[in-house]
């Protein structure tokens, strides 16, 4: 997957998930990370 790709679905689990401004930045950051280390 490319980075933007991961870019996507991280902002969206991030929107979905994210409880204010600094969750949702973690959120992103953590499903970023987690498709990196999947190989997608």
Same mark, same amino acid.
């Given at each position: ?20 401004? =600094?969750?949702?930045? @973690? @959120?992103? !950051?953590? !499903?970023?990370? =987690? ?6």
């Amino acid at each position: 997957m490319s980075r933007l790709g991961k870019g996507i679905v991280a902002g969206l689990a991030a929107k979905k998930w994210g409880g204010g401004c =600094l969750g949702t930045i @973690v @959120v992103f !950051v953590i !499903v970023y990370w =987690l498709l990196g280390q999947a190989g997608c």
